[in-house]
């Protein structure tokens, strides 16, 4: 067996207290925040940073996901005039 696959049925067989209405698992961050390279190609640095002010201490994989997605494709770079 892999080792991605290991880490995936780890965290897979870890139980969520909720579950969304879509039937998706929460996971805690910090699970994924430990898992961050196999399961999303990132540095736990960068999950640091999206989840820093997040409301919750649980979220999908799938939204994970998505933010990392904004955070990673975010543009940086100075302000076009008359923008706040």
């Known amino acids: 067996?892999?080792?991605?696959?290991?880490?995936?049925?780890?965290i897979e067989e870890i139980p969520?207290?909720?579950?969304?209405?879509?039937?998706?698992?929460?996971?805690?961050?910090?699970?994924?925040r430990e898992h961050s390279r196999e399961l999303f190609g990132v540095k736990p640095e960068v999950l640091d940073g999206i989840f820093r002010n997040y409301p919750s201490n649980q979220v999908t994989k799938s939204e994970a996901k998505k933010m990392i997605d904004t955070f990673l494709n975010k543009k940086v770079g100075k302000k076009k005039e008359g923008e706040q």
């Open 1 to 10: 067996m892999t080792k991605e696959k290991k880490v995936k049925e780890m």
């Open 16 to 32: 969520v207290a909720v579950q969304s209405e879509s039937r998706e698992s929460l996971f805690y961050i910090h699970q994924l």
